[in-house]
């Protein structure tokens, strides 16, 4: 493989911006193909994006000769069955965050990657923008000391029409807006600590506007006795919204927000804001180093491995698992 020649399977409104225009815009990378179920959109996706061929059959998109590699951009509950296509087809997968439905079916799939010695990452992007490169590299540094604790805390009013959308029914999602953003918020502790020693939490469905649970508490303890506390409340009132993430070390605070621009360095009393460019297209950071990766000219820039702890923390903390 001299270039990476993408079919994308579910162009949805997360292609639109943050990761489809990005694969033409990185080098040795292009898109070839779009899949969706809906022919009419499928087609028009095609049209505006400039993409040549579009499908509204997954499995005639990931045949396409032209296609050498897949970005699988659906709903959970279609990540695995789609991986496996793909990997039979002998086709390296870039698949969406949360990796799958549970931490069951992700390891289906990273053992899958294995059996046919296919690539398989997982698009918890943020590990790869500057922003929170930063933040590890700071940790890496010990500019705050040695990290003693981590407090996250995502406070979301209750958006009208929530109830109606997949990402609030666990069929489809794995469970509710906790399986769709705290992935990205577990991974970055993967990213910055490496794999929790324990793990603990709770998850309620307090206001019942919906089938899944809208409330999450967890505590994970990793190496070096440094302790994560986290909770999310996506039933909040407007006015306590809150997205924040402090880690406290002997030596001052890096204090940051996931899914805002907020970062800053806390040290000797004196407050440093860090400022970064904006991302016109926020998975372009982490399709590059992808692109790379399947091109054999550089690491995996999120393993399977670590996407099916993420699931494996999720599972735990609402219960699936033990």
């Known amino acids: 493989m001299k270039k990476v020649s993408w079919g994308i399977i579910g162009c949805g409104d997360v292609t639109e911006v943050k990761s489809g225009p990005a694969f033409n815009l990185v080098p040795n990378s292009e898109l070839t193909a779009v899949m969706r179920r809906d022919p009419g959109k499928a087609e028009d996706y095609a049209k505006r994006h400039g993409v040549k061929n579009w499908y509204s059959d997954a499995g005639e998109l990931i045949n396409d000769s032209a296609v050498n590699a897949i970005y699988i951009a659906t709903p959970p509950a279609f990540h695995e069955a789609y991986t496996l296509q793909a990997f039979k087809a002998g086709k390296p997968v870039y698949v969406e965050k949360p990796m799958a439905l549970d931490s069951s079916e992700s390891l289906r799939m990273a053992e899958a990657a294995a059996r046919y010695s296919c690539k398989l990452s997982v698009a918890h992007y943020r590990r790869a923008q500057p922003r929170f490169q930063k933040v590890r590299q700071l940790l890496q540094e010990k500019s705050i000391g040695d990290v003693i604790s981590v407090n996250l805390q995502l406070h979301q009013a209750y958006q009208p029409g929530t109830e109606n959308t997949w990402r609030t029914n666990p069929a489809i999602s794995g469970g509710g807006l906790f399986h769709d953003l705290a992935p990205h918020q577990i991974d970055l502790m993967v990213y910055f600590f490496g794999f929790p020693l324990d793990v603990k939490g709770s998850s309620l469905n307090r206001a019942n506007l919906y089938d899944a649970d809208d409330y999450v508490h967890a505590e994970l303890l990793f190496k070096n006795n440094i ?43 004196q407050t440093k804001v860090l400022e970064f460019d904006h991302l016109p297209h926020v998975q372009q950071p982490m399709i590059e180093a992808v692109v790379k990766h399947f091109l054999d000219e550089g690491r995996n820039p999120c393993p399977a491995a670590d996407a099916v702890e993420v699931m494996k923390i999720i599972d735990k903390v609402t219960g699936k698992i033990n």
């Open 227 to 269: 302790r994560f506390t986290g909770m999310w409340d996506y039933n909040a009132r407007l006015e306590d919204e809150l997205d924040i993430c402090e880690i406290t070390g002997t030596q001052g605070t890096i204090r940051f927000a996931v899914f805002s621009d907020l970062c800053e360095l806390v040290k000797d009393g």
